[in-house]
């Protein structure tokens, strides 16, 4: 306990005691020179009543102020489980599945990543599942003749762009035209190295 | 660590002695008016000075020190006040290994405790692959009121070892002179046949092969496949990257890699092939260069379990830190006929290039590879074929790549690569 | 942690206390019959909210409703009493209502505030009755004790279930804190008894200022 607040505390109490004290001994009563104060406001009743206001008012203030400031107690860690880490392709999901904000897409170089990433990862399984040359490989997905599946082909490809189709189902399923391609196209580069293990 | 806070949770109750003290006065009942007397004890209780001091003692029992993969643990932990004061109130949460689940019971306990006084309580852990060390246990003691609060740790050095032996390291055929168990294409005076030739002067009479002589009349030498030590680094990639699990409750690549890296210690400490430790990433450095016999083991076991790079908690370092020059040092530090085990899951692109730099540079790798993708994601398909192309990718190069299923042993795995490389 | 309700033995204990206080201030057998119907309506809540917590939902929402139906009934019985009756009643009923929820709890994000309106509203209950004189001094004192010693319990079962989790064995802290705190209020209550010992006539006005500004300083003095 501080100074301030020891010092505080016993007038406080001493007061109280003196307080306390006039209730039973009315004598002593007439020694407190309240009765002049009280008629300068207007009566005793209105002291009184002044400060009950008064109190209810620090009631509700000092409940507030436990709302606003809370309990200070400590965090203990969890160890009832295996430390936890991001899975492989934690960022791609992250990127692909939450969706990106205006800033993002505006100035970031997040989609253009994205891109690259998958396209290397089918150039190599196309070299190695089909047999292509680097160049056939490149060009099968520049033209988007590398799979079936539209969305993930015009994905990749700079000259086929997504159809009507495909930006329906990405607006049907909630995501943006990107989030929808890259999703196929992940999948099926994995399809075509599914082949080959 | 030791914090000290004030919990504040009596805040406020002053309040009930207002609130009392104003009905009292504003309804004129001095009965009520002395409920305000109740409510000024209870402001005045949680400021009695009686924050507690914290002196424990802490003991852990396994009932299996040495586990299998899978089995249960059940730890007993007893704490005791070893202080002169009472603590009221005592909280506890035991540190658990970080790549362990608690299957049974809790590790948590809440005890009241006089001094000299003990309490106990247990729990059940099911042991994976590895050696697991147990963190300093978290306390937090309040005193009587609950209002002040004191947040510290007790420790009691605590292991779970569970390593299984690998029937044999797949040694590749770079070798220095010492003499060992890795079979050579050299011929010379081994112990497994490797050929016949003619007899040369200064041959060792005991080769000969007397029985041909009798035959054919004919002086013939018989060599043998010389065997010579292997020096071997395992390496283990611990860089930030390296620090993935397929999911929730499973451990990540590096704790796979770590437990790898023992189970192989133990089988090279029966040889004697030297064997040393490095690691790839992590804020230090981490190397033993290679060595023989009981002590060397020891240094190594030790640097697996303590050293702050082996950490089952990932680094600090920003995502596209620079490792080149640690693998230049590695390269370095290796000397010229010293293999390496590169212990990595190979989710990035620089793995594949260390373990190609130091196969030029003459050093033959053998890439154990923790398999930690999961396919239920996008991402998770990608990564999983990324991967799948980075194993083709060494074995084109001529590096042994063990694709190695953390859920099955790493002795099967280390088995079919063995029948793989030499069909 | 796999249970992470606030606990159950310091719960229970809350609203019983909470229960108890109302029983010392509301005399009468109408209130106290009222009261123990509103007991089993509370009963029927709580434990409806838990069950639904740990994914019982249909039994836990038919016991749930079934409480407050008690809890209706306990109520329009009331509304036969007098208006003291009533205005010693229902705030508090209604607060261990709210105490009950906090506990249950309904809203994890709002069990503190739950359980400091609930014991507040059980407060304005015991003061009520010693405005309306309706109870004995050692049982408005009792009342006084019992809510604060309710509110000590149920923000125990909060704060110890942060840290240690329902599934430990927590029992032994809860009954040191709560006896801790009985203790501390039984003493108050002897106190003030002692000072009430002595003929009470009135309270003259130099007193009454001078206990005003002694409030003033000790509320400044004892703010945590």
């Known amino acids: 306990m501080s100074r301030a607040r020891t010092l505080l505390g016993t007038l406080g109490l001493v007061a109280f005691v003196v307080g306390v004290f006039t209730v039973f001994n009315p004598a002593f009563a007439a020694a407190v020179p309240v009765q002049g104060v009280a008629e300068s406001i207007g009566g005793p009743w209105v002291f009184v009543a002044a400060f009950g206001v008064l109190a209810v008012a620090v009631v509700v203030a000092v409940l507030l102020a436990r709302g606003v400031e809370g309990i200070d107690e400590s965090r203990p860690p969890d160890p009832e489980d295996v430390y936890r880490v991001p899975h492989p392709g934690q960022e791609f999901d992250d990127f692909v599945e939450d969706g990106v904000g205006v800033r993002e897409r505006l100035f970031g170089d997040r989609h253009q990543q994205t891109r690259e990433r998958v396209a290397a990862a089918a150039l190599t399984t196309l070299e190695r599942t089909r047999g292509l040359s680097r160049d056939e490989a490149r060009d099968a997905i520049a033209r988007g003749t590398w799979t079936e599946d539209a969305a993930a082909a015009s994905f990749l490809s700079s000259r086929r762009t997504p159809g009507l189709s495909e930006r329906l189902v990405a607006v049907f399923r909630g995501e943006s035209t990107f989030q929808h391609g890259a999703r196929r196209a992940a999948r099926e580069v994995s399809r075509l190295q599914g082949g080959d293990r | ?423 | 942690m796999t249970d992470r309700n606030p606990l159950a033995v310091s719960s229970v204990a809350s609203v019983l206390a909470g229960l108890l206080a109302i029983w010392f201030v509301a005399t009468s057998s109408l209130q106290r019959n009222a009261l123990l119907v509103a007991a089993l309506g509370l009963a029927g809540v709580g434990i409806g909210i838990r069950l639904a917590r740990y994914d019982h939902r249909l039994v836990g929402a038919i016991l749930g409703a079934g409480g407050l139906g008690g809890l209706a009934v306990a109520f329009s019985r009331l509304g036969r009493g007098s208006l003291a009756q009533q205005l010693e009643f229902y705030p508090g009923v209604i607060g261990l209502l709210v105490l009950t929820a906090g506990l249950a709890p309904v809203y994890r994000k709002y069990e503190r505030p739950y359980v400091t309106v609930g014991t507040a509203l059980v407060f304005v209950s015991v003061v009520t009755a010693g405005v309306v004189q309706s109870a004995t001094i050692w049982n408005l004192l009792a009342g006084g004790v019992a809510t604060v010693v309710a509110w000590d319990l149920g923000e125990q079962a909060i704060n110890l279930r942060n840290h240690v989790g329902g599934d430990a064995r927590t029992w032994p802290v809860e009954l040191t804190h709560a006896s801790a705190a009985a203790a501390v209020g039984g003493g108050a209550m002897f106190l003030a008894i002692f000072v009430e010992n002595a003929n009470v006539t009135g309270v003259p006005l130099a007193g009454l200022g001078v206990m005003l500004g002694a409030a003033v300083v000790l509320t400044t003095a004892l703010y945590n």
């Open chain 2, 1 to 423: 660590m030791t914090t000290t806070r004030k919990t504040r949770r009596w805040r406020g109750v002053i309040a009930v002695a207002l609130f009392a003290g104003a009905a009292g006065l504003l309804f004129k009942r001095p009965s009520v008016l002395l409920l305000s007397v109740v409510g000024v004890a209870y402001a005045a209780y949680p400021q009695l000075p009686t924050e507690p001091t914290v002196s424990l003692d802490l003991e852990r029992r396994l009932s299996d020190e040495d586990p299998s993969d899978g089995d249960e643990v059940t730890v007993r932990v007893t704490v005791r006040n070893t202080g002169t004061g009472i603590l009221p109130d005592l909280r506890l949460v035991d540190g658990v290994p970080p790549m362990l689940s608690v299957t049974g019971g809790t590790p948590r306990h809440a005890a009241t405790l006089r001094p000299g006084e003990s309490t106990s309580f247990s729990y059940t852990v099911t042991a994976t692959q590895g050696t697991h060390r147990f963190e300093p246990a978290t306390v937090i003691a309040r005193d009587i009121a609950g209002a002040a609060e004191v947040e510290t740790e007790v420790a009691a050095e605590t292991t779970i070892e569970c390593v299984a032996e690998v029937p044999e390291v797949p040694l590749r055929d770079q070798t220095s002179q010492l003499v060992g168990r890795i079979v050579t294409d050299q011929g010379g005076s081994g112990v497994e046949f490797h050929r016949t030739r003619e007899y040369e002067r200064g041959d060792d009479m005991s080769r000969i092969d007397w029985r041909r002589f009798a035959r054919t009349g004919d002086l013939t030498t018989t060599e043998y496949r010389e065997e010579r030590a292997a020096s071997v680094v395992l390496c283990l990639d611990v860089r930030a990257s390296a620090y993935r699990s397929p999911g929730e409750g499973e451990p990540h690549a590096v704790a796979h890699s770590l437990a790898a890296a023992e189970q192989l210690l133990s089988s090279l400490a029966e040889t004697t092939d030297s064997v040393g430790l490095a690691s790839l990433g992590g804020s230090e450095a981490c190397w033993l260069p290679p060595g023989t016999g009981r002590d060397q083991v020891t240094r190594a076991r030790k640097l697996l379990a303590t050293h702050p790079s082996l950490s089952p908690y990932p680094p600090d370092e920003p995502a596209a830190a620079d490792h080149s020059s640690a693998l230049t040092d590695l390269r370095r530090r290796l000397g010229n006929e010293t293999q390496v085990v590169l212990f990595s899951p190979l989710l990035d692109a620089f793995a594949v290039e260390a373990a190609m730099q130091l196969e030029a540079t003459d050093h033959a790798t053998t890439v154990v590879s923790p398999d930690v993708t999961s396919p239920e994601t996008p991402g998770g398909r990608l990564a999983t074929t990324e991967r799948a192309n980075r194993i083709t990718t060494l074995r084109e190069s001529g590096i042994r790549t063990v694709d190695w299923d953390p859920s099955e042993p790493l002795g099967t795995a280390l088995i079919h690569a063995q029948e793989r490389w030499s069909r």
